[in-house]
């Protein structure tokens, strides 16, 4: 893959096991000159690869990917986001509820088997956190949790100046934790994808919530004790540190 992409040792790939951005490339997007950050790209529902050209052309790259680490090959830095399972998922409902570019996830009660059978947009989520996990002890991964994350952001944004080899004034890492904080975020049309007119703002709000424990306001008894079981059985074999009783 990594030849395909034509990556090189400088540039830098960001993984989610969260909730997709969308489909193809996100350079494209109207008023993109106004991002904060000059180039992101992002592959699309199912996809390995990007066929953007321009990966080869910038001198300093972000690519957003959500590929399997099983199926990733990539000789340069990744930051890996997971998050927790029963979050995602309703969190994922919601943004594919909004997202026509997406299948519909039709009734909760459907896509809850949906997502717990792994026939959802880059497959089992399971699969998805293990592979990384699994990765990171080969590959020079930084692997983060959308939890801890929000819990104290200067803190794992520390992280990453640290795993990247930066060494950023107090002032810049203030307004890099300002920038990316979810209010901020929710009114800034690049981040909250307002232009996008795939997105079904009516629907759901793509910056939804900042929350933890979300799930808890979706699932029923019987899910949850359903989805508690599926968990212990598909994780059994990991030594992933999830925080389960939030």
């Known amino acids: 893959m990594s030849k395909q992409l034509g990556c090189r040792a400088s540039d830098l790939v960001v993984t989610e096991a969260s909730i997709p951005e969308g489909s193809g490339p996100s350079a494209v997007l109207p008023g993109w000159g106004s991002c904060r950050f000059p180039l992101t790209l992002s592959t699309g529902c199912g996809d390995t690869e990007t066929p953007h050209g321009g990966l080869r052309d910038p001198d300093s790259l972000v690519l957003t990917s959500r590929v399997e680490g099983?199926?990733?090959?990539?000789?340069?830095?990744?930051?890996?986001?997971?998050?927790?399972?029963?979050?995602?998922?309703?969190?994922?409902?919601?943004?594919?509820?909004?997202?026509?570019?997406?299948?519909n996830p039709r009734t909760w009660d459907e896509y809850f088997d949906t997502f717990l059978a792994g026939k959802v947009c880059w497959g089992s989520c399971y699969d998805h956190v293990k592979g990384w996990w699994r990765k990171k002890d080969s590959h020079p991964?930084?692997?983060?949790?959308?939890?801890?994350?929000?819990?104290?952001?200067?803190?794992?944004?520390?992280?990453?100046?640290?795993f990247l080899g930066k060494n950023l004034k107090g002032e810049v890492l203030d307004k890099t934790v300002y920038n990316t904080s979810f209010?901020?975020?929710?009114?800034?049309?690049?981040?909250?994808?307002?232009?996008?007119?795939?997105?079904?703002h009516q629907l759901s709000l793509f910056m939804r919530k900042e929350v933890i424990g979300d799930w808890k306001n979706q699932f029923t008894e019987a899910q949850?004790?359903?989805?508690?079981?599926?968990?212990?059985?598909?994780?059994?074999?990991?030594?992933?540190?999830?925080?389960?009783?939030l």
Do not use: G
């Not at 983060?144 to 100046?161: A, G, N, V």
């Open 70 to 103: 099983d199926t990733a090959r990539f000789p340069l830095e990744i930051i890996y986001v997971a998050r927790k399972a029963k979050d995602t998922m309703v969190s994922y409902y919601h943004f594919q509820r909004m997202n026509r570019r997406l299948p």
């Open 141 to 162: 991964i930084l692997y983060l949790f959308y939890e801890e994350m929000l819990k104290d952001p200067k803190r794992e944004i520390r992280k990453m100046m640290e």
């Open 183 to 200: 209010a901020v975020m929710k009114n800034h049309p690049m981040t909250d994808y307002t232009n996008d007119m795939k997105m079904n």
């Open 224 to 245: 949850t004790k359903k989805f508690n079981e599926n968990y212990e059985k598909n994780m059994a074999d990991t030594s992933l540190p999830f925080c389960m009783d």
